[in-house]
Every structure is written in C-alpha cells, then in structure tokens.
C-alpha cells in the first residue's frame, strides 16, 4: 500500500500548533472579555465553532482563546483546537481527505516514547503539592462546566497515562473526569476500556493505581489516543502512533508524586491514584442526575458509582493553557473519527486490496457510529465485496451502527452527496442489510429494550448496512450528467476549484 507522508510541519507541542494556526486568517481567535468557566465558555463556543451534534445553532469555525478567566488570573483556557477537520490537517501537513491514511500509516510506523529529565520538562515548571498548605485543584484549575446541570466541573481533555501493574505496558485515553473536592476526581470508564482493566487488576490486590493527567499537549497525542482494538490490542502504547505522526518520539518525564509518567510539554499535569474500593457518586455535589454533554449529543446520566482520582500533585507550564472541549463538538467527531477511518482502512486494505477507496466517519454520525466507505467495483467479481467491506468495518471498530457504502463517483465527505446516493441508487428492501443482537456503545439512548422490543440490553443495537452502491452491470444507466472542464480562474481571479 502507498504511504502517505505529511508536508514538514513544525508542531511539537500545543503552543507550537497555535503558532501555527496562527499564520491563517479563519483558524484562531482570542477575546480578552471574562468569561465565566461554570457554562458561559462553552456557551460561547457552542455559536462559534462547536459543530457536531451539538443542539442548533452552531457551526464549524475557529479555535477559540479565553485570555481572562473569572476567578483564574493565571490561567487561559482554550476551546475547540481540534473541532476543524481542515484545522487538523493543517496541523498535520496532509490534505484533510487523507488523515485517515495518515493515522494508518502511522501505526505501522509507529515510535515508542522515550523519557527525559526532570529538569527538561516544561510540564514541571510550577508544582503545586499536595501537602501544600491550602491546597485546592478547585482554585488552581478552571475546570468548566459544558452546561447549568452538568454533575460538576469536568475536564474534558485529559490525556490519562498509566500502566499494567502486572506488565508494565503502559496506555493512555480520554475518560470524563468530574472535579469532586480539593483532591479528588471522579473517572468514568465506558466498559472494557484498557486503563480500566490496569485499575481493576491493581483493585484486586488491593492497590491503588498512579495515574497521571495531561492536559494541553501536541493534537497528534489527542488523536493518536483514540484508537482502539483491533488496531491497539491491549498493552499498545498509543503514543507510540503520536511519535510515528511526528516522525519522532513523544517525550515524557516522571511524575513528582506518583510513579507514573506525564507527557513532558504538557501545558498542566494532574498526578494521583486510582483508589482501590473506594467510589463516589457523579452528581454528589449538586444532585442534577445529570453527567455532562456527550457525543451523540446528549447529556449523560451521572452514574451511581465511579472511582477516584486522589490527586497528589498538580504541575505546569508558566502562564498555562487548560484546554477544553464540548463532549459532542466536532472536536469529538474528528478525535474519535479520523482513528475510525484509519483502523479500517487498514483492515479492509489487507482484506479485499486496492477496493475501498477510503473511508470518512461524518459528524453527523459523531465519529463513532457511522462510517461511509467509498469502494470502485473493477469488474462483476467485485459484486458483493461491498457488503464484506462493511462487514469488515464492523469488525474493525465494535462501536460503529451503520455503514453507507458508495460508489467512486460519490463525495464520501459530502453528506449531501452521500444522501443523494441514498436516494437515487437505495431501495430498502433490497439495499439494507440489518445485524440485531450485536453489543454496540451505552450512550446511544436509542439502545435500550424501552425503545425496540427485539433490544435484550441497554447497549444492545441492531447494526445496518446501507448498500447506495448501483450494481456493477447496471453502472451504464447511472452515470452522473459530465460537464465541461473549464478554467474558472479566467472569469474569477484566484478562483480554486
């Protein structure tokens, strides 16, 4: 398979991707205007960029920075960095149509993390112990609500670092961390996740779990941290996929209360445990029964019973960056999309060579569960390899609920494209292809018996495919109307088609 190679892009850390969305005129702004961390921030942000499934009006648009902060003086706070797909590409030096090849090549190029000195860690700058008279993450940290009724403060994008107590390999993902006291965060895990089954194996030798939390760093860490099996089996250092994007190892430095590494550019660090037998409700600290915002564009129920984080220590950068997102933004569409789109990429390329043209994970469909793959039937024998591609895609990403499946001639990033085809090359009973019974994601509130009756268990789906593909022998009666191919520039200077 053909490799694809990012142009030369200078970014290493988060302050040098700002740098550089800096030198475009519709990727960045800033406001020196207080802004209220307990919902007005993501307020703001929801009609300026937020995009996604995210409640209308709202709209794609540039990464945002909140220069004053109320109750925070020494602190920004950034929304939205990756709530772009053109954004992410630029950061990444590739077309936005390739990402996804990108993150499959650099997979299986793949550099492992090497550590540094304490001493070269600008992550370790400041450090706030927890033994420190007065300590308080609440006062340190502007962890912001997303809403009124959010359980508490939450931070959104942090990067959680730990490791197998049995084996030492270590993994890193996102997870909803909900500011509880002074000292301590509560983690959700969506089950099966791999930091959840280090917890658990600590848990039941009755240990607790160092963990860390970095927030603010390279958009290659928060992208690379989302993938998932098969891609990333169980004890694969998904930072090892950052180094491979960059073409050079991620840099990390031992904690100063935990053992437990950080990544070492990090803007803010939080280090603590994950505390054996010992869980909290969500919401005990304003009683709403809500958690916050998430993907599908739902607010969340706070759970009964989650763990915690008993923070030992919190160290930064000076004058640090909190960066933030609004849980079903297209900042989440492209974190969880892009890895999708490479994972299958990768399977199905192996599977049926050079059919599936490439794939997309739309906004629409949060990143998660839905995918568009684009094939090119080459003869009648590629009859039906359509609906194994999909098939494949399912294998590839468990959490995914429909594929659409088009042909070459189809926009797979247009979804008004993708709805065309839907119209003119579907017909229901014989283009749908439904798989009940399968285990899918719990935040699908649709996923539940109260809504379908052939549903056993909340999380339980029936999974579709739908074939808008025309079949191979009729490809001549489907042929979209051909235009000339002119020069638009004659008529509109510095016109780009």
């Given at each position: 398979?053909?490799?694809?190679?990012?142009?030369?892009?200078?970014?290493?850390?988060?302050?040098?991707?700002?740098?550089?969305?800096?030198?475009?005129?519709?990727?960045?702004?800033?406001?020196?205007?207080?802004?209220?961390?307990?919902?007005?921030?993501?307020?703001?942000?929801?009609?300026?960029?937020?995009?996604?499934?995210?409640?209308?009006?709202?709209?794609?648009?540039?990464?945002?920075?909140?220069?004053?902060?109320?109750?925070?003086?020494?602190?920004?706070?950034?929304?939205?960095?990756?709530?772009?797909?053109?954004?992410?590409?630029?950061?990444?030096?590739?077309?936005?149509?390739?990402?996804?090849?990108?993150?499959?090549?650099?997979?299986?190029?793949?550099?492992?993390?090497?550590?540094?000195?304490?001493?070269?860690?600008?992550?370790?700058?400041?450090?706030?112990?927890?033994?420190?008279?007065?300590?308080?993450?609440?006062?340190?940290?502007?962890?912001?609500?997303?809403?009124?009724?959010?359980?508490?403060?939450?931070?959104?994008?942090?990067?959680?670092?730990?490791?197998?107590?049995?084996?030492?390999?270590?993994?890193?993902?996102?997870?909803?961390?909900?500011?509880?006291?002074?000292?301590?965060?509560?983690?959700?895990?969506?089950?099966?996740?791999?930091?959840?089954?280090?917890?658990?194996?600590?848990?039941?030798?009755?240990?607790?779990?160092?963990?860390?939390?970095?927030?603010?760093?390279?958009?290659?860490?928060?992208?690379?941290?989302?993938?998932?099996?098969?891609?990333?089996?169980?004890?694969?250092?998904?930072?090892?996929?950052?180094?491979?994007?960059?073409?050079?190892?991620?840099?990390?430095?031992?904690?100063?209360?935990?053992?437990?590494?950080?990544?070492?550019?990090?803007?803010?660090?939080?280090?603590?445990?994950?505390?054996?037998?010992?869980?909290?409700?969500e919401d005990q600290n304003t009683n709403t029964g809500k958690a916050m915002p998430e993907f599908p564009g739902y607010t969340g129920e706070a759970?009964?019973?989650?763990?915690?984080?008993?923070?030992?220590?919190?160290?930064?950068r000076r004058d640090p960056i909190l960066q933030t997102c609004i849980g079903p933004s297209d900042e989440h569409t492209n974190m969880a999309g892009?890895?999708?789109?490479?994972?299958?990429?990768?399977?199905?390329?192996?599977?049926?060579?050079?059919?599936?043209?490439?794939?997309?994970?739309?906004?629409?469909?949060?990143?998660?569960?839905?995918?568009?793959?684009?094939?090119?039937?080459?003869?009648?024998?590629?009859?039906?390899?359509?609906?194994?591609?999909?098939?494949?895609?399912?294998?590839?990403?468990?959490?995914?609920?429909?594929?659409?499946?088009?042909?070459?001639?189809?926009?797979?990033?247009?979804?008004?494209?993708?709805?065309?085809?839907?119209?003119?090359?579907?017909?229901?009973?014989?283009?749908?292809?439904?798989?009940?019974?399968?285990?899918?994601?719990?935040?699908?509130?649709?996923?539940?018996?109260?809504?379908?009756?052939?549903?056993?268990?909340?999380?339980?789906?029936?999974?579709?495919?739908?074939?808008?593909?025309?079949?191979?022998?009729?490809?001549?009666?489907?042929?979209?109307?051909?235009?000339?191919?002119?020069?638009?520039?004659?008529?509109?200077?510095?016109?780009?088609?």
């Amino acid at each position: 398979m053909s490799k694809t190679l990012p142009r030369n892009v200078d970014v290493h850390d988060l302050r040098s991707a700002l740098a550089l969305l800096q030198t475009y005129d519709d990727e960045y702004i800033e406001t020196n205007e207080p802004v209220d961390p307990e919902a007005e921030l993501s307020g703001v942000y929801r009609y300026v960029g937020a995009g996604g499934t995210v409640q209308r009006p709202t709209r794609v648009g540039p990464a945002m920075m909140f220069n004053k902060v109320k109750g925070y003086p020494d602190v920004r706070v950034l929304i939205g960095l990756l709530a772009s797909r053109q954004r992410v590409a630029r950061m990444f030096g590739v077309p936005k149509e390739k990402l996804g090849f990108l993150l499959r090549d650099s997979v299986d190029n793949a550099i492992a993390p090497v550590v540094i000195p304490r001493e070269q860690a600008a992550c370790q700058e400041v450090v706030h112990l927890a033994t420190d008279p007065g300590f308080d993450l609440r006062t340190l940290l502007p962890a912001p609500k997303n809403t009124p009724e959010d359980a508490g403060p939450y931070f959104t994008l942090g990067m959680c670092y730990a490791a197998d107590p049995e084996t030492g390999e270590h993994d890193v993902t996102i997870h909803r961390l909900c500011v509880q006291s002074k000292d301590e965060i509560s983690m959700y895990f969506v089950p099966g996740r791999h930091l959840d089954q280090f917890r658990i194996k600590a848990e039941q030798a009755g240990k607790a779990l160092p963990i860390t939390i970095s927030i603010g760093v390279d958009p290659a860490i928060e992208i690379g941290a989302c993938f998932e099996p098969p891609t990333t089996p169980l004890g694969f250092d998904e930072l090892s996929i950052a180094g491979g994007l960059r073409g050079r190892a991620v840099e990390l430095v031992e904690g100063v209360a935990v053992g437990a590494r950080a990544i070492a550019n990090a803007e803010i660090v939080i280090e603590g445990e994950l505390m054996p037998n010992y869980r909290v409700r969500e919401d005990q600290n304003t009683n709403t029964g809500k958690a916050m915002p998430e993907f599908p564009g739902y607010t969340g129920e706070a759970k009964m019973e989650v763990p915690v984080i008993k923070v030992k220590a919190i160290t930064h950068r000076r004058d640090p960056i909190l960066q933030t997102c609004i849980g079903p933004s297209d900042e989440h569409t492209n974190m969880a999309g892009i890895p999708t789109e490479a994972s299958i990429l990768q399977l199905v390329e192996r599977a049926l060579p050079g059919f599936v043209q490439n794939v997309h994970c739309p906004s629409p469909g949060t990143g998660k569960y839905v995918a568009v793959l684009q094939v090119k039937k080459r003869s009648g024998q590629d009859e039906g390899r359509q609906r194994q591609a999909a098939l494949l895609a399912f294998a590839a990403f468990s959490e995914l609920k429909h594929v659409f499946l088009v042909d070459e001639d189809v926009d797979l990033f247009d979804m008004n494209d993708v709805v065309w085809a839907m119209t003119t090359r579907y017909q229901g009973d014989v283009s749908t292809v439904f798989i009940p019974g399968v285990r899918c994601h719990p935040l699908d509130p649709s996923q539940d018996p109260a809504f379908s009756p052939s549903i056993r268990d909340h999380g339980i789906t029936c999974k579709a495919i739908f074939d808008c593909t025309v079949p191979y022998k009729l490809k001549a009666n489907f042929q979209r109307s051909q235009f000339m191919d002119v020069d638009v520039s004659r008529f509109i200077p510095g016109f780009i088609k």
